[in-house]
């Protein structure tokens, strides 16, 4: 659902770029307290994986193809604030080296593929964890389905600001139906993707899960015929505290599926149009950027800024072999993703200690007299 330039106009662009940097701003705040020492460079690993399954397009119906957004995914294993942040990395490479969605709309790409599907899914999610059985599987349903309904209320907010800022005059009802009843079906896989993708980590490593925490329900006992709460275990001395278990395994493990996927599953991806690429042909969307097609080079004004990167349409330039060319770009964009993201999330992480150690540090001043 990459939107690109010249789908909507300049101000509306602008105003969604105000918008996304805002969110964005929250974000870099609220992941302070999301972040620690294990999930900070798997909040990178999230990026890059999320990155690499996007190059997976899937089927959905006659020409037409969807893949993972990712907002449901990264929300519920990082968290959501997180989860944004995860999301405008992985937007921000596509767009700056792949030239994957405009940098015009590099604001509305955020605000509908990473804002929006977060905010619904991670939403969603909590919801209904409140009314289901407390344990694993009821989070892989939950699962399930935030990233389904994600997917749809992404088209509908796109639907929104196409209905402010649209370049073309085309009815807005026409383009609503068309988007939510394909993304529907592209919901679909979100949702086998997210929920198999959580429940394998959260059958090894719930306590990486951040959507999982806190999930283990008090123990009961049955006195005078009642249930009652157990009384709490006392606590452990410090000394004898259970080491932190390392997350270097499933950090590996993800970022081997991560290459794999994108340097060598991707190849096998659908060709067909996406869900967006499809109703913009079908609608008229895209009836300005057609026009501009056929300008000659140096006058068209909606040509991609990174048209000329040598990775431009995920390939490398001049290489010839179309499997070798994509598998490079694959690989390349999960090193860069990841690189870029776990530099963020570290640096995240590093305020947040910062932080904490300041009130400590002040406090053992000595006073004056």
């Known amino acids: 659902m990459h939107v690109p330039d010249g789908f909507i106009d300049a101000p509306v662009s602008v105003a969604a770029g105000v ?31 999320i990155f690499a399954v ?84 009821s989070v892989t349903v939950a699962s399930f389905t935030a990233a389904l309904v994600s997917v749809p209320a992404s088209a509908a907010a796109f639907t929104g600001i196409y209905a402010i800022g649209g370049t073309t ?20 896989g979100e949702a086998l ?18 959507g999982a ?10 006195v005078g015929g009642e249930l009652v709460d157990a009384p709490a275990a006392p606590a452990a001395e410090p000394a004898a505290a259970a080491p932190a278990r390392s997350a270097r395994k499933v950090w590996a493990t993800g970022l081997v599926t991560a290459l794999v996927l994108a340097g060598f599953v991707s190849f096998y991806a659908s060709a067909s149009p996406d869900g967006l690429e499809k109703v913009a042909a079908d609608k008229g969307i895209d009836a300005k950027l057609k026009e501009d097609e056929e300008k000659p080079e140096g006058e068209r004004e909606y040509e991609h ?25 694959g690989v390349i964009g999960v090193g ?12 995240v992480r590093s305020r947040r200690s910062s932080a904490a150690d300041r009130p400590a540090a002040e406090a053992a001043q000595p006073t004056a007299v």
Not at 213 to 222: S, V
Request: proline share 4%.
């Open 54 to 137: 996007q190059m997976l397009n899937f089927p959905v119906a006659a020409g037409t193809s969807g893949h993972l957004l990712g907002g449901a995914l990264a929300a519920i294993l990082v968290g959501p604030y997180t989860g944004v942040l995860c999301m405008a990395v992985v937007l921000l490479m596509q767009g700056v080296l792949f030239a994957d969605g405009g940098l015009t709309a590099l604001g509305v790409n955020v605000s509908v593929m990473g804002v929006v599907t977060v905010l619904v899914a991670y939403g969603l999610f909590r919801g209904l964890l409140k009314v289901l059985p407390r344990n694993r599987g």
């Open 336 to 347: 860069t993703t990841i690189a870029v993201g776990s530099g963020v999330f570290w640096a």
């Open 19 to 49: 918008v996304a940097a805002g969110a964005v701003a929250v974000s870099l705040r609220g992941a302070r307290r999301e972040l620690d020492e294990r999930t900070a460079p798997l909040a990178g690993l999230v990026a890059a994986f």
């Open 305 to 329: 800024a990174s048209a000329n990167s040598p990775l431009a349409d995920y390939g490398v330039k001049d290489v010839e072999n179309t499997r070798l060319s994509g598998g490079l770009a």
């Open 213 to 222: 925490r806190g999930l283990t329900a008090p123990l009961k006992l049955r």
């Open 193 to 210: 993707i997210t929920a198999a993708t959580v429940g394998a980590v959260i059958a090894v490593r719930p306590d990486l899960v951040f």
């Open 169 to 188: 005059d085309i009815a807005v009802g026409k383009v609503l139906t068309a988007m939510v009843g394909v993304h529907v079906l592209i919901g679909i």
